[in-house]
């Protein structure tokens, strides 16, 4: 007999291993409809199997909802007429009993082995336990959600519907920061966002949210809404938020917590509507602006600045940012600008922020304020003699320019008011000792003032208006480097000058502020 070669040994037990691994003839392979058509390191069997295990108990088999008391006495029925509504909308949409979903496919979560009865302590120990695993689960779907390819199979799998679920049941305030989470990052994205806004009830449900007194469901809850009126389905979100009662809730939210986080929260709500599309913006405003939307902007601008002054908290400052930013989209509107033009504790406060000596750590903030006041001016042109005065002031605006280098309408802005304030300037009637100070100025930022020129040379693309604001401010530095001159070469005064104002630095300053005048 012969004796087989290695490697027909080799071939033959390959051969073996793959007729072993053929499925028999009789177990036909699944519908195409049926294959998972997603790209993910991710087994699509355990997305889905996470979201079965995230079903309202009373939905999926009759069991109490994680942390709540399913024991009702009569004044409870609120809590049970949820659970009927929660099985029902369930069961309409689909997600219990049809035979075609991948949700009613999979295995039922696993019991926590407790039996019937409201008085056992094992029963409490299980309820503790089945309430830990739904937010367990519940976690690891809120960071898959993040990733657009798990968004958009979760929501083809009935991810929605089974949250939707959860909030119309009670729940501990935990569950719902977690269910309001795992929206809030599939509304990142713009398929699973768009199905948000037509599950329906869902987006109403979300609004209701904001009436709780949690901290981190609040702060999930306006993340939500901000998202959707960001996106494609602005208008559906919008229509929502519509009721005075809805929109009273969310001033007064911003108005009343301490915890920087929902305050940055509530007004990135508030900003959403003021950058949404026109019909959004007249849909909304006015019943904001009736109930105090300006005022509430001042108070809480007032607040920051505060804090700045004192404790220095770096987690506020993107909260200062983004109420300055605020004020700025409002104020910009033609019917709502006399709202803060004429408001003289707001002003102060802008001129206070330009005034800030550590500007790094708050930059954009100074320069929204400085944006801010040059539009002021504009309407209010009185106000500029009351700055010229403040040296401090100026030299808070040259100090901006390192912070403006990509931004041409903040440096246009900032030209404008140093042009208006040098206009008061009456440099002939000063006295030398005055006039020492503005030169002093002008010396101290030159390097600023040269660099901003020569970084930034006037293109095609600046109207006549923005140049001519800089060359007015250009010429007035110009004839006050000048009566300096005049007066120090005359010596009609005996004042000692500043070692820092140097002739060789004057010179230098004149030529290049007459380069570009």
Same mark, same amino acid.
């Given at each position: 007999?012969?004796?087989?070669?290695?490697?027909?040994?080799?071939?033959?037990?390959?051969?073996?291993?793959?007729?072993?691994?053929?499925?028999?003839?009789?177990?036909?392979?699944?519908?195409?409809?049926?294959?998972?058509?997603?790209?993910?390191?991710?087994?699509?069997?355990?997305?889905?199997?996470?979201?079965?295990?995230?079903?309202?108990?009373?939905?999926?088999?009759?069991?109490?909802?994680?942390?709540?008391?399913?024991?009702?006495?009569?004044?409870?029925?609120?809590?049970?007429?949820?659970?009927?509504?929660?099985?029902?909308?369930?069961?309409?949409?689909?997600?219990?009993?049809?035979?075609?979903?991948?949700?009613?496919?999979?295995?039922?979560?696993?019991?926590?082995?407790?039996?019937?009865?409201?008085?056992?302590?094992?029963?409490?120990?299980?309820?503790?336990?089945?309430?830990?695993?739904?937010?367990?689960?519940?976690?690891?779907?809120?960071?898959?959600?993040?990733?657009?390819?798990?968004?958009?199979?979760?929501?083809?799998?009935?991810?929605?519907?089974?949250?939707?679920?959860?909030?119309?049941?009670?729940?501990?305030?935990?569950?719902?920061?977690?269910?309001?989470?795992?929206?809030?990052?599939?509304?990142?994205?713009?398929?699973?966002?768009?199905?948000?806004?037509?599950?329906?009830?869902?987006?109403?449900?979300?609004?209701?949210?904001?009436?709780?007194?949690?901290?981190?469901?609040?702060? %999930?809850?306006?993340?939500?809404?901000?998202?959707?009126?960001?996106?494609?389905?602005?208008?559906?979100?919008?229509?929502?938020?519509?009721?005075?009662?809805?929109?009273?809730?969310?001033?007064?939210?911003?108005?009343?917590?301490?915890?920087?986080?929902?305050? %940055?929260?509530?007004?990135?709500?508030?900003?959403?509507?003021?950058?949404?599309?026109?019909?959004?913006?007249?849909?909304?405003?006015?019943?904001?602006?009736?109930?105090?939307?300006?005022?509430?902007?001042?108070?809480?601008?007032?607040?920051?600045?505060?804090?700045?002054?004192?404790?220095?908290?770096?987690?506020?400052?993107?909260?200062?940012?983004?109420?300055?930013?605020?004020?700025?989209?409002?104020?910009?509107?033609?019917?709502?600008?006399?709202?803060?033009?004429?408001?003289?504790?707001?002003?102060?406060?802008?001129?206070?922020?330009?005034?800030?000596?550590?500007?790094?750590?708050?930059?954009?903030?100074?320069?929204?304020?400085?944006?801010?006041?040059?539009?002021?001016?504009?309407?209010?042109?009185?106000?500029?003699?009351?700055?010229?005065?403040?040296?401090?002031?100026?030299?808070?605006?040259?100090?901006?320019?390192?912070?403006?280098?990509?931004?041409?309408?903040?440096?246009?802005?900032?030209?404008?008011?140093?042009?208006?304030?040098?206009?008061?300037?009456?440099?002939?009637?000063?006295?030398?000792?005055?006039?020492?100070?503005?030169?002093?100025?002008?010396?101290?930022?030159?390097?600023?003032?040269?660099?901003?020129?020569?970084?930034?040379?006037?293109?095609?693309?600046?109207?006549?208006?923005?140049?001519?604001?800089?060359?007015?401010?250009?010429?007035?530095?110009?004839?006050?480097?000048?009566?300096?001159?005049?007066?120090?070469?005359?010596?009609?005064?005996?004042?000692?000058?500043?070692?820092?104002?140097?002739?060789?630095?004057?010179?230098?300053?004149?030529?290049?502020?007459?380069?570009?005048?």
């Amino acid at each position: 007999m012969p004796i087989p070669t290695e490697s027909a040994i080799v071939e033959d037990e390959e051969l073996q291993q793959r007729e072993g691994n053929q499925e028999p003839s009789h177990h036909p392979t699944a519908p195409s409809d049926e294959f998972f058509d997603i790209s993910t390191t991710v087994d699509p069997g355990y997305v889905i199997s996470l979201i079965r295990k995230l079903l309202p108990p009373d939905g999926r088999n009759g069991t109490k909802s994680p942390g709540i008391d399913t024991c009702n006495t009569p004044t409870q029925g609120s809590k049970t007429d949820g659970g009927e509504e929660s099985r029902a909308f369930l069961s309409q949409n689909g997600v219990l009993n049809d035979p075609n979903s991948e949700i009613a496919a999979m295995d039922a979560v696993e019991h926590t082995g407790r039996d019937g009865g409201c008085d056992g302590s094992h029963d409490e120990q299980g309820e503790l336990v089945g309430a830990d695993a739904w937010e367990e689960y519940g976690c690891i779907v809120w960071d898959l959600a993040a990733s657009q390819t798990h968004a958009e199979f979760m929501v083809q799998n009935l991810v929605l519907e089974v949250l939707l679920a959860n909030l119309l049941v009670p729940q501990s305030v935990r569950a719902t920061e977690i269910i309001l989470g795992i929206i809030g990052n599939l509304a990142c994205h713009k398929v699973s966002c768009k199905q948000i806004a037509s599950t329906n009830g869902l987006i109403e449900v979300i609004v209701d949210q904001l009436f709780l007194d949690d901290t981190p469901c609040l702060c %999930e809850a306006y993340r939500v809404i901000t998202l959707g009126l960001q996106g494609s389905e602005n208008v559906t979100w919008a229509e929502a938020l519509r009721s005075e009662n809805i929109l009273s809730r969310v001033l007064w939210v911003a108005e009343n917590t301490l915890n920087p986080q929902l305050i %940055e929260k509530s007004v990135g709500l508030l900003l959403a509507i003021l950058e949404s599309e026109h019909e959004i913006v007249v849909a909304l405003l006015p019943s904001l602006v009736q109930l105090g939307f300006p005022s509430l902007l001042i108070n809480l601008l007032t607040f920051e600045m505060s804090k700045l002054a004192g404790e220095r908290e770096p987690e506020r400052y993107c909260v200062l940012d983004l109420i300055l930013r605020t004020i700025e989209a409002l104020s910009v509107l033609d019917d709502y600008s006399h709202e803060f033009s004429s408001n003289m504790e707001l002003f102060r406060l802008l001129v206070d922020l330009v005034k800030f000596c550590d500007k790094t750590e708050v930059a954009n903030c100074c320069v929204t304020a400085a944006v801010l006041i040059a539009n002021i001016l504009t309407d209010v042109t009185d106000l500029a003699f009351e700055i010229s005065q403040d040296l401090s002031f100026l030299q808070g605006l040259f100090d901006l320019f390192p912070f403006t280098s990509d931004d041409i309408e903040a440096r246009s802005a900032i030209w404008s008011i140093i042009a208006r304030v040098l206009m008061q300037v009456q440099e002939s009637l000063m006295s030398s000792s005055r006039l020492h100070q503005y030169v002093s100025v002008f010396v101290s930022k030159s390097e600023l003032i040269e660099e901003d020129l020569l970084d930034h040379q006037l293109g095609n693309c600046e109207d006549g208006a923005k140049s001519s604001a800089r060359t007015t401010a250009l010429r007035k530095i110009i004839s006050t480097l000048n009566q300096w001159t005049i007066s120090k070469d005359s010596g009609e005064s005996n004042f000692r000058w500043d070692s820092h104002v140097n002739d060789e630095t004057v010179d230098r300053l004149l030529k290049c502020c007459h380069k570009y005048t």
